[in-house]
């Protein structure tokens, strides 16, 4: 059934309402002169309608709303796409049960077949993890990923970064000490999203694998003290990652929502983060916000502990899930590589394997 009314028309579908402005009836026109039809782009350009548009006629035909413009240009759109427009592209995201260990798939499969891949890369964006085991023990391997991940995304230092006791030391990682939960390169303004740690051999004593769900950390921050919460979201802090050849830095908050108030990344690095300028307002209260959030990363309920074997490659929403390691005995060999992605590519593979 259709109303219309002073500025839109309004649309009944038994218990669904639809009100739909005339500017967006005009510019959602579904008609091939409106679209290029190749490329179901849209061509018309909405300045070109005067802003207090109207129609002149309006019939449901079909389940097309069906409009004739004072221009006399016809409009018309299956009211089944308006339906769907709620449908959401990507599964949603869930908490961890607890006792949570990353879904593990194999990695041969994970690029092979489609139906693997399209289950993984969904528990990769419900949950911001998983493992890919059996996976190759040659180095670059990496660089395969690409066909389900997307491109590389390619950061100073290395493009597959080597985390070993015997390379080129620029970070903590790269000695035996225990590493707290962090994301890496919080020192770049567009941190890299997606981060995969390919355990090549893995022979030492301890170096168990942690993972920490920061986003439920940031939730629980959010409903416990909200203050803190908007402070850590509005004030800047500065990280910085440097050997003699690169220098990255970046000044960001620690907590990045969208316009409706949705979590989209938590940045978070102890090592890389560097002093802040004590003239800066609202130094003292940050650190309060701080001391806080800190202590809730290292709160065990937010962990997942695992061993990562040699052979296994863990898939991390980085901007979600922050990864740690405990200290090893440099008894054996322990090799790692690392790589970063794009999330955006990983989760729109959701879309074309669905297909
Ligand atoms: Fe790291
Ligand atoms: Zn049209």
């Known amino acids: ?8 028309i309004l649309l009944s579908d038994g218990s669904n309402q639809y009100d739909l402005p005339f500017l967006w009836l005009r510019d959602n026109c579904q008609c091939n002169e409106c679209r290029i039809t190749e490329t179901q782009e849209k061509q018309f350009l909405l300045h070109s309608v005067p802003v207090d548009i109207a129609p002149k006629h309006v019939e449901e035909i079909e389940n097309n709303i069906n409009i004739i413009w004072p221009d006399d240009h016809k409009t018309f759109i299956p009211i089944e796409l308006i339906k769907k427009l709620h449908l959401s592209r990507y599964p949603k995201h869930s908490s961890w049960p607890n006792e949570f260990e990353p879904e593990k798939y194999n990695w041969s499969e994970f690029l092979d077949s489609k139906k693997t891949a399209l289950e993984a890369l969904k528990t990769f964006v419900t949950y911001g993890v998983i493992i890919l085991k059996n996976a190759p023990q040659e180095s670059n391997s990496l660089e395969l990923l690409a066909k389900r991940l997307g491109p590389i995304n390619e950061v100073l230092f290395e493009r597959i970064h080597n985390v070993s ?3 080129h030391i620029y970070n903590v990682a790269h000695t035996p000490k225990g590493l707290p939960p962090h994301n890496d390169f919080a020192s770049y303004n567009a941190q890299p999203s997606v981060q995969v740690l390919h355990m090549l051999e893995n022979e030492c004593e301890g170096g168990e694998s942690i993972i920490v769900d920061g986003w439920q950390v940031v939730k629980d921050l959010k409903a416990d003290i909200p203050e803190y919460f908007y402070i850590l979201q509005n004030f800047n802090v500065p990280f910085r990652e440097f050997d003699e050849d690169n220098e990255t ?4 908050p620690l907590i990045k929502c969208t316009s409706d108030g949705t979590i ?3 940045r978070f690095s102890n090592q890389l983060m560097q002093m802040i ?6 130094v003292g209260k940050f650190y309060k916000a701080y001391h806080e959030i800190s202590s809730r990363v290292h709160d065990k309920k937010y962990h997942s502990t695992f061993r990562l074997n040699g052979g296994e490659a863990l898939v991390v929403a980085s901007l979600r899930v922050l990864h740690a390691r405990e200290p090893f005995e ?11 992605f794009t999330y955006d590519n990983a989760a729109n593979n959701i879309v074309l394997l669905s297909n």
């Open 1 to 8: 059934m259709i109303e219309i009314k002073d500025n839109s």
């Open 165 to 167: 006791v015997t390379g």
């Open 277 to 282: 300028d004590p003239r800066k307002d609202g």
């Open 264 to 266: 989209e990344s938590f």
């Open 249 to 252: 830095y970046a000044e960001a």
């Open 330 to 340: 440099p008894n054996g060999k322990r090799h790692l590589q690392d790589a970063y």
